[in-house]
C-alpha cells in the first residue's frame, strides 16, 4: 500500500513541457498547387526545414525568367507573369518532375 502521506512520495514527478511550441523541427511536410497565370503546374512539397516556396522564385532566376510575380493564398502558390509564357511552365513541370 502506498502512503500518500508520505514526504518521500511513492509517485514519479510529472514534468509538463511543451515540445512544439519552440521547436523549429518541422514535423510534417507541407505541400503546394504552384499555378502559372491560374493554371495548375505541378505541386511542390517541402520535405526539410531548410526547403521553402522562394525555391521556386530561386529556380525560375537561374533559368533566366525575371519578369513574374508570386502570391500564397492557403495551399495555392500562384506565379503571374504579364504573358503566357509557355516556357516558364514547362521550365517549372521539369523543376516538379525531377523533384
Keep these: 500500500m502506498i502512503d ?3 514526504n518521500g512520495n511513492n509517485m514519479l514527478p510529472f514534468i509538463n513541457t511543451d515540445i512544439d511550441s519552440n521547436s523549429d523541427v518541422k514535423l ?3 505541400q503546394y498547387e504552384v499555378y502559372v497565370n491560374g493554371n495548375f503546374v505541378g ?3 517541402l520535405k526539410t526545414q531548410g ?3 522562394s525555391d521556386i522564385d530561386d529556380f ?3 533559368q533566366g525568367f525575371s519578369d513574374f510575380t508570386t502570391s ?3 495551399d495555392h502558390y500562384s506565379i ?3 504573358h503566357q509564357d509557355d516556357d516558364l511552365s514547362n521550365a517549372l513541370s521539369v523543376y ?3 523533384r
Design 80 to 82: 503571374h507573369v504579364d
Design 51 to 53: 526547403e521553402d516556396l
Design 43 to 45: 505541386r511542390k512539397t
Design 28 to 30: 510534417t511536410e507541407d
Design 96 to 98: 516538379f518532375n525531377n
Design 72 to 74: 500564397v493564398d492557403g
Design 60 to 62: 525560375l532566376r537561374n
Design 4 to 6: 500518500r502521506n508520505n
